[in-house]
Structure formats: structure tokens, C-alpha cells
């Protein structure tokens, strides 16, 4: 056998993988968290003492699963350790482990030039101490073998209970301002998942310098970033129904399904990301939409590798979107999550080695609920597009075939200068068509809109003989009290009491007529002007309202709640709003009149987000029938032997102010309609 060599390590490996391979103060922090992560550590503190006096120094520790004297030598000082090679999870929490270079412990030469380490190790009375100078590595030796670090011992009293590990890092290489600690919980709060599921695992900063608090290290909420999502369950209490939540721009939505499917119960939200969303997803979590992933799997709180990853498309989305661009949704626009229980899902199987699901009929049942229910209702949502847009679609559609037909014919002109001469023919019928038919609906559109300005102007006098059939309606109330009065009265009673009963009714009657004469005048006034909008006090204004109804509120026993701020303030018409709030008074009035129940109750809440002005009506009279829920915004369509123009008033009034107005729940008892008005 010949001469032998081996290699050594310099000194200088120390400040290749640590300071100089980790590129900047936040990496470093983050590197060490992730370190307490994979150490089944509840919760990991980090803490910055002195920074503003010059001696400031880091001290992070967690209550992992910690180290002895054994695990030191070993593992934390061997660099480039296999010590979580081939080991997916932590041993505790099945956590899928981040760090497994066995470098990211010289992170802290990156922070600071000195480390005083403390460890004790799970069911251990021992804490081993050791002191670190990283300097002395460079200037006093040449290999790193030769560098000798001591270590003491202490006994641990018996009452604690400790372990884990605590770094402390002085003589620090940065300046820690308030920007920059202000940078690193942006950062760690990428490390927390946004989804609802408990990691068990906490991060908290404590910076006296600049925070007067610990700060809790919580995860940004996707509702704070995506305008549109939906929540799918097959409840617990109730795993016979699929229960459908969408929420588009702060408006929810309710649908409920039988439950066809052969397991139960399960929860999912997903949320999708139009371009404006992405780009503060970006802004906000650091990282693309596309490269967070997009549909999660957890059984019991745990993730089930590799479904949601980057390049995993277990729900064949992409496949699907190719087929319907404009139809479809892909793993590029959805972020969310599906969540399994072991005990209530046990058809559901996971495979052996823990990665993935045994594909069995259950398996492709749970692929066809998320995208029957979650995928496709957020299609249904999104994608409710006008006439009009759909026409500018379809001439891009033609433009886009008549530019692949030139190209063929221009690729073929060679080999078959013939079919290459049809070709460019069809391109010119197919152009000279599409023109023909942009001319046709443009020529329709400025009929439309004549037709439009007759019919405004037919609603609206619709709408004052609406509204003057509430008032005189209000009227008879009153005079049907005041009949019902004499006929009942008997000639024992005091006189002069039933005079001041029936004296007060006329009053009524009286104040009631001149409010509906004035109601025509302004009416009268509102042929003649423009919309004359100011601001008003919301809760204020409605509570006005409302107590033009007291009357009837009484004498059929229905409870009138409003829910508002007292701030709250929108910018509108005065007989727009009034107009709303009348009809749909008045609508509730009726359906609580036919309803048997005993507790009859108006509810009215108004809430804002940032784009809307929401405003909510509900009921718990009779609902509106699933048969003509289609119907309902249809002028002079009416279940009460009404007029039928409440519903489509109010639509007309909200499209006035750039809103939507919709049903947004309906029950066997009762419904609950939902306005939003644009800011």
C-alpha cells in the first residue's frame, strides 16, 4: 500500500459555512428558529438586550428536545453532520425538519463573534455550559481540530424542569435598529403557516429598545390578502350535509348540499389570487403565489407530503385549465387547505411510509368533493362576467384563431402553396364576419341604451307609485285600527277615553296622509333633479326610519334590531336610502305576517370593509321558495299580491352606486339579503 493523505479542516471552514456562506443578520435568526423547529420545541423566545447602549447582545432559546454531552460532541459540533440525513420528521410533533446540512449552527458566528451556550436534554437534572469566541478560531489556529472549546456542568434543582437549548450572542456584527428587528418579524412570520392549524409551535421577540412588549410572532391571514374564498365542511354535528361559506370582497355566501359522499367529516378553505392579490401576497409573504404551493393536505393537524407542494398538482388543475383559460382556475391562482381527522376518516388511508394517500375510490371521492364544491364555486363566483365582457372575449378568441390560421397558411406555403392560399381566404371571411358582427352588436348597444334612459325613467315612476302604495297602505293600518276601536266599543266605558283613543288614531291618519302628500311632492321634485347626495349618519338615518313603522311593528308583534356603529357615515340620496330600507321593511312585514312563528324579528346590520359600505337584511319570516329564487329581482314578479317592484327598486338603486345586491341566505324560516355600496 502506498503514502497516504487526508484532508484537513482549516479554521477558516468555520467562517465559510457560517458567516460567510449566511448572507445577512435575518437569515442567521431564521436559521437558528428553524433549528428550534426541528427540535419539537414548543415555543422559541428571542430577545435583544443592550443595542442602543453598544453592548447589545441576542438570546434565543427554546424547550425543545435539547442536547446532553453526547449530542454536543457528536452532532452539534461536527460539521456537516449526518445526524438528520434521511429523517423526514421530528420524532415528537412529526414536524418535516428544515434544517440537514448540519451547518446552520454557525449562524451564530454570522450574529455575533461570541456564543455562551446552555443545554439540557429531555428528562435530564444536567445543563452543560460552554463559551464560544470565534475570533480565537482565526487568529490562534490553523486547523479547526486543533481548537479546544471547554464545557462545564451543572446539577439542576429537582423542582424545575427545564430543557432545551439557550444561545446567547454577543459582540454582535450588526446594528440592530428598530427597521431592522422590524424586518426579521416580517421574516419569521413567513415561517408560520396561514392556514388554521396548529403547529404547536410559538415565536416570540422581545426588543425592549424599541418594543415596550413581547410580540407574538402570528402568520399573515390570507383574508387580509385574497378578495375571494371559500369554505367547504361536512360538519361534525350534521356529516349528512356539505356546507358552502363564500366570502367575495367581505360579502358572504351561503349553499348547503346533501352530503353523496361516503366519509365525513372533513374542512377546507381555499382562496384564490386574481393579479392584484399576487402582487401583495408577494409584497406581504415574500414569496410568489405559485411558489408557495397550492392545495394543502393535513390529517389531525399534520401535513401529508407532498400534496399542495410547488410542483404537485394532485388535484389535476392545470390539466383542467388548459382545456377553459378563461373558465378555469390552475395551482398558480390557489392557495388553501384540506383538513382530515384519523378517527372520523378512516377510509381515508395513508400509505405506510406517510407519503401520501393509498389512491383508493375514497381517495378519488375527496378529489371530486374539493373540486366539485371548493374549485368550482369559486369559478361560479369569479367568473360571472356581462354580456359585454364576454363579447370583448369572444372577438379576442376570433382575433387569436385568425392569427394561428396566417401562421399555418405561412408554414405550409411552400409544400402546399394551394392550401395555403384557402387558408389565408378563410383567415379574411372569418375577420370580415367578426367585424360584421362587432358593427351589428354596437348598433344593438345604442338601442339598448335608448331603450335604457325610457325604462329608467318607467322604474322610477314605478317607484313612486311603490312607494306611495306603502304609505297610503300605512294609512288603512291606522284607519282599520280606528274602525276596529268602534266597532268594539261599548257604551259602559268612559266616553271621553274612547274619544282621546279614536282622537289620536285620526292624528295618525292625518300625519300619515301629509307624509305621503309630501312624499309625491318630493317625488314631483325628484322627475325634475339629479341625485342629490350628502353624507348621513347610517344608524342615525335608519333608526329615523324605522320608527315610521312602530305601528305595524306593534300590532303584529315583530321586533325590529338594528346593528351599526354610530360613526359609520356614507355619502348618499336620502330617498335612495329611505327607499331601500322601506322596501325591504315592508317586505319582511308581509312574509313575517304569513309566518306561524311567535317570536317575529327584523334584524338590520351595517358593517364596512375597505372598498363597501355592507348593509344586511334579515328576516326569520317565510323565506323565499327555492323555485323562484331566480326570480325574485324580476320587476312586477310577486309571491304577496304586492306590486312586485321592491326587490327590483333596490336593485336599481344599488347599481346606482356601483354595488351588488344579492340573496345571501335563505332558510326554511326567514332570509337575509346583503347590499354593498362602493366607497
Known amino acids: 500500500m502506498g503514502n497516504l493523505l487526508r484532508f484537513k479542516a482549516s479554521t477558516n471552514v468555520k467562517s465559510l459555512i457560517g458567516k460567510d456562506l449566511v448572507t445577512d443578520e435575518i ?31 441576542i438570546i434565543i432559546s427554546d424547550n425543545g428536545t435539547g442536547m446532553d454531552l453526547y449530542d454536543i460532541e457528536n452532532k452539534w459540533m461536527v460539521i456537516g453532520t449526518e445526524s438528520k440525513k434521511g429523517k423526514e420528521y421530528s420524532d415528537i410533533f412529526r414536524r418535516p425538519l428544515n434544517g440537514d446540512k448540519g451547518i446552520g449552527r454557525f449562524s451564530v458566528d454570522r450574529l455575533g463573534r461570541k456564543l ?68 426579521l418579524i416580517t421574516s419569521l412570520r413567513h415561517f408560520k403557516s396561514p392556514f388554521e392549524i396548529d403547529d404547536n409551535f410559538s415565536i416570540w421577540v422581545y426588543a425592549p429598545d424599541y418594543f415596550e412588549e413581547w410580540i407574538e410572532i402570528k402568520s399573515y391571514k390570507l383574508e387580509d390578502i385574497s378578495n375571494l374564498w371559500v369554505q367547504v365542511e ?40 386574481d393579479t392584484p392579490s399576487k402582487i401583495r401576497f408577494k409584497s406581504r409573504m415574500g414569496i410568489r403565489v405559485k411558489d408557495f404551493g397550492n392545495i394543502r393536505l393535513y390529517r389531525d393537524d399534520f401535513r401529508i407530503h407532498p400534496y399542495g407542494e410547488e410542483f404537485n398538482d394532485w388535484l389535476e388543475l392545470d390539466r383542467r385549465k388548459v382545456q377553459g383559460t378563461s373558465r378555469f382556475f390552475g395551482t398558480r391562482d390557489l392557495i388553501g387547505f384540506v383538513q382530515i381527522t384519523k378517527k372520523h376518516n378512516k377510509k381515508i388511508e395513508v400509505l405506510t411510509n406517510r407519503q401520501g394517500l393509498i389512491e383508493n375510490s375514497y381517495y378519488q371521492q375527496l378529489k371530486e368533493l374539493l373540486l366539485d364544491y371548493a374549485i368550482k364555486t369559486l369559478e361560479k363566483y369569479f367568473f360571472k362576467k356581462s354580456k359585454n365582457e364576454l363579447f370583448v372575449e369572444s372577438r379576442k378568441n376570433v382575433e387569436e384563431a385568425v392569427r394561428e390560421l396566417k401562421r399555418v397558411a405561412k408554414e405550409i406555403q411552400k409544400k402546399s402553396p394551394d392550401t395555403a392560399k384557402m387558408l389565408r381566404q378563410l383567415s379574411d371571411v372569418v375577420q370580415k364576419s367578426q367585424a360584421e358582427q362587432a358593427a351589428f352588436v354596437k ?29 297610503i297602505q300605512k294609512v288603512k293600518t291606522v ?15 268612559p266616553f271621553d277615553d274612547f274619544l282621546e283613543l279614536i282622537t289620536r288614531d285620526f292624528g295618525k291618519i292625518d300625519k300619515l296622509t301629509e307624509d305621503a302628500k309630501d312624499y309625491l311632492k318630493s317625488a314631483r321634485d325628484h322627475l325634475m333633479r339629479e341625485r342629490n347626495r ?16 312602530e305601528e305595524e311593528f306593534q300590532q303584529h308583534s315583530i321586533s325590529a334590531n338594528l346593528e351599526a356603529s354610530s360613526d359609520l357615515i356614507y355619502k348618499i340620496d336620502r330617498e335612495d336610502f329611505k327607499t331601500i330600507i322601506n322596501n325591504f321593511i315592508n317586505n319582511s312585514i308581509k312574509s313575517l305576517k304569513s309566518s306561524d312563528g311567535t317570536d317575529k324579528e327584523i334584524k338590520i346590520r351595517i358593517t364596512e370593509n375597505q372598498r363597501f359600505i355592507v348593509f344586511i337584511f334579515g328576516d326569520n319570516g317565510m323565506g323565499v321558495p327555492e323555485h323562484i329564487r331566480d326570480r325574485i329581482f324580476d320587476p312586477f314578479f310577486s309571491t304577496t299580491g304586492g306590486f312586485g317592484m321592491g326587490l327590483s327598486i333596490i336593485d336599481e338603486i344599488v347599481k346606482e352606486y356601483q354595488g351588488e345586491f344579492n340573496l345571501s341566505r335563505n332558510y326554511t324560516s326567514g332570509a337575509e339579503f346583503q347590499i354593498k355600496l362602493r366607497k
Open 479 to 493: 284607519s282599520s285600527s280606528g274602525k276596529r276601536k268602534i266597532r268594539n266599543y261599548n257604551n259602559n266605558e
Open 443 to 471: 348598433n344593438q348597444e345604442e338601442v339598448l341604451n335608448v331603450y335604457k334612459r325610457v325604462a329608467n325613467k318607467e322604474v322610477l315612476l314605478h317607484k313612486i307609485i311603490h312607494e306611495a302604495l306603502i304609505r
Open 27 to 57: 437569515t442567521a435568526v431564521f436559521e437558528l428558529v428553524k433549528n428550534s423547529y426541528d427540535a419539537d420545541a414548543r415555543e422559541v423566545t428571542i430577545e435583544f438586550y443592550g443595542l442602543k447602549e453598544g453592548n447589545g447582545k
Open 234 to 273: 361536512i360538519p361534525r354535528d350534521n356529516p349528512t350535509e356539505i356546507n358552502i361559506v363564500v366570502n367575495r370582497d367581505g360579502i358572504e355566501y351561503e349553499e348547503t348540499y346533501p352530503n353523496i359522499y361516503e366519509f365525513g367529516p372533513i374542512f377546507s378553505k381555499v382562496y384564490f389570487f
Open 534 to 549: 350628502e353624507i348621513i349618519n347610517l344608524k342615525n338615518f335608519t333608526l329615523q326610519v324605522l320608527s315610521g313603522f
Open 116 to 183: 455562551s451556550l446552555s443545554a439540557v436534554k429531555t428528562n435530564s437534572d444536567i445543563n452543560i455550559l460552554m463559551n464560544f469566541d470565534w475570533e480565537i478560531f482565526e487568529k490562534n489556529y490553523s486547523s479547526i481540530d486543533e481548537v479546544n472549546i471547554p464545557y462545564r456542568t451543572e446539577l439542576i434543582d429537582g423542582q424545575e424542569e427545564i430543557q432545551g437549548v439557550s444561545l446567547e450572542i454577543s459582540d454582535l456584527r450588526d446594528v440592530w435598529d428598530k427597521a431592522n428587528i422590524s424586518k
